[in-house]
């Protein structure tokens, strides 16, 4: 994606309660060049205020965490953001056709490549 001014760079906030998996995401996210981690959460709550706070372009969510799972946070980051891109990020398929009614564009299970994950954050 470019813009008259360059490359567009999608700004991607991650909620993830496991702080090597929020580590790796980071990592494979800041490695590409039109995406930039704005910020990460530990649970859905903190993932609700940083998405009013940042903006992001996307958020990757995860769904098991304490707090506030996923599917819960879900419709208040849609509320808070509704500009952001919402790809739950998870290993459970039974959550993606609830996650799709909430607001999610998609499920990307944690099994899959990094690659995959990547996609669907620039689709």
């Known amino acids: 994606m470019t813009s008259r001014d360059g490359p567009v760079v999608l700004r991607v906030l991650h909620v993830e309660d496991n702080a090597q998996m ?21 649970d859905g709550r903190d993932g609700v205020e940083l998405a009013a706070e940042l903006r992001p372009d996307v958020v990757v969510l995860d ?15 849609r509320q808070a953001c509704p500009e952001a891109r919402v790809v739950m990020w998870c290993n459970d398929p039974h959550v ?16 899959e490549p990094v690659e995959r994950l990547i996609e669907v954050i620039r689709a």
């Open 22 to 42: 929020r580590h790796w995401l980071e990592i494979a996210v800041d490695g590409v060049d039109d995406l930039k981690v704005v910020g990460a959460a530990a």
């Open 63 to 77: 769904n098991s965490m304490p707090t506030m799972d996923g599917l819960d946070a879900l419709p208040l980051i």
């Open 96 to 111: 993606r056709d609830r996650a799709l009614v909430r607001g999610a564009v998609e499920l990307v299970d944690k099994a």
